[in-house]
DNA sequence: AAGGCCATCAACCGCACACTT
DNA sequence: AAAGTGTGCGGTTGATGGCCT
């Protein structure tokens, strides 16, 4: 047998509220205190809600001191620093952020925050390279529905945020070092979110056709190659042996540094090895596009601040 | 201009925990 | 100790408005 229902749901009121049923809620509130009581408190103030759903009120926008909308970058960057701790404990989080609800942090984190981080980090990526396509978010939608994993180039240097005034004491102790500004927390954080690392990768011995893989490569020469130089307008097609495959997001190599990208093989019964791919793809670089005429001046992908 | 798609956010739902009896 | 009940939390949904094609 299962719990009874906290309220008769047939003869309850459900969707956004009026603002009469906020200023009876708030006057009585304001005047009595919920009485310790929330599931009676409807029916004293004469208000077809569930009291669960006056107390989600009450918490989310009618009691005082409550702020909305316009989180500082201070304020993202507690957020942050507090999910790759303890993950999404909204409840935590909001507590160490005055004004703010665990409801309003968690849409912001879903809706905004989330996407925020990825964009300023592929727009970092982007500015490594000497030039680009231009490129709509639309086409970083798609893109990203169409790999398999979202694969993190190692990030050139760390990310200059100020470190956030001190706050409250948390109830619990957290693990390591929790600030934000530096490259091993960003990490953990955009592994938290799905991103992977060229060393994260678990390189398969066997690179099956039409999959999705991940690749890498260590640019060890004395030469800067790009493949925004040399790539096509939609990515390009590099051909070695018997497999091809495909790049969607060329991007530029740097000497010295570590890349990761994705692509899609398309052929064939070929068992060339990780190892075997990445050299020829990358260096030499495939001939430039006959037609090609340079890239147009770069779009930003995602505003960095709201 | 209209329809479709997407982002946002308020609100709901179900579960787990805490407290009381 | 066990059952019943209220509360809190996090995931999810649905309404809405704006943008894009």
């Given at each position: 047998m299962g719990r009874?229902?906290?309220?008769d749901?047939?003869?309850?009121?459900?969707?956004?509220?009026?603002p009469e049923?906020?200023t009876?809620?708030?006057?009585?509130?304001e005047q009595?205190?919920?009485g310790g009581?929330?599931?009676a408190?409807?029916q004293?103030?004469?208000?077809?809600?569930?009291?669960?759903?006056?107390?989600?009120?009450w918490?989310?926008?009618?009691?005082?001191?409550?702020?909305?909308?316009?989180?500082?970058e201070e304020e993202?960057?507690?957020?942050c620093?507090?999910?790759?701790?303890i993950?999404?404990?909204?409840?935590?989080?909001?507590?160490?952020?005055?004004?703010?609800?665990?409801?309003?942090?968690?849409?912001?984190w879903?809706?905004?925050?989330k996407?925020?981080?990825?964009g300023?980090?592929?727009?970092?990526?982007?500015?490594?390279?000497?030039g680009s396509?231009q490129v709509?978010?639309?086409d970083?939608?798609?893109q990203?529905?169409?790999?398999a994993?979202?694969?993190?180039?190692?990030?050139?240097?760390?990310?200059?945020v100020?470190?956030p005034?001190?706050?409250?004491?948390?109830?619990?102790?957290?693990?390591g070092g929790?600030?934000f500004?530096?490259h091993?927390?960003?990490?953990?954080?955009?592994?938290k979110?799905g991103?992977?690392?060229s060393d994260?990768v678990?390189v398969?011995?066997?690179?099956?056709?039409?999959?999705?893989?991940?690749?890498?490569?260590?640019?060890?020469?004395?030469t800067?190659?790009?493949f925004d130089?040399?790539?096509?307008?939609?990515?390009?097609?590099?051909?070695?042996?018997?497999?091809v495959?495909?790049?969607?997001?060329?991007?530029?190599v740097?000497?010295?540094m570590?890349?990761?990208?994705?692509?899609t093989t398309?052929?064939?019964?070929?068992?060339?090895?990780?190892?075997?791919?990445?050299?020829?793809?990358i260096?030499?670089?495939?001939?430039?596009?006959a037609?090609?005429?340079g890239w147009e001046?770069?779009?930003?992908?995602?505003p960095?601040?709201?």
């Amino acid at each position: 047998m299962g719990r009874a229902p906290c309220c008769d749901k047939a003869n309850v009121k459900k969707g956004p509220w009026s603002p009469e049923e906020d200023t009876k809620l708030k006057s009585y509130i304001e005047q009595h205190g919920t009485g310790g009581n929330w599931i009676a408190l409807p029916q004293k103030i004469g208000l077809k809600r569930c009291g669960k759903s006056c107390r989600l009120r009450w918490l989310n926008y009618l009691r005082p001191n409550i702020k909305h909308g316009g989180f500082s970058e201070e304020e993202d960057n507690i957020i942050c620093s507090l999910y790759i701790s303890i993950g999404s404990r909204w409840s935590i989080i909001a507590a160490q952020l005055p004004g703010r609800t665990d409801n309003d942090i968690k849409n912001y984190w879903n809706t905004r925050l989330k996407k925020k981080l990825l964009g300023k980090q592929r727009k970092d990526q982007q500015h490594t390279r000497r030039g680009s396509k231009q490129v709509t978010k639309r086409d970083i939608i798609n893109q990203d529905s169409a790999a398999a994993v979202t694969y993190w180039p190692e990030l050139p240097q760390p990310m200059h945020v100020p470190p956030p005034p001190p706050p409250p004491p948390l109830p619990f102790p957290i693990q390591g070092g929790q600030s934000f500004n530096d490259h091993a927390s960003l990490r953990r954080l955009l592994t938290k979110l799905g991103g992977r690392f060229s060393d994260d990768v678990i390189v398969p011995s066997v690179v099956q056709p039409n999959n999705q893989y991940c690749f890498e490569n260590n640019i060890s020469t004395t030469t800067t190659t790009t493949f925004d130089d040399v790539s096509m307008q939609n990515g390009f097609t590099a051909e070695f042996g018997e497999m091809v495959v495909s790049c969607n997001n060329p991007m530029r190599v740097d000497e010295g540094m570590m890349y990761g990208f994705y692509g899609t093989t398309s052929s064939s019964e070929s068992a060339a090895t990780w190892s075997d791919l990445i050299g020829p793809f990358i260096y030499p670089p495939p001939p430039m596009a006959a037609g090609f005429h340079g890239w147009e001046e770069e779009e930003p992908l995602m505003p960095l601040s709201t």
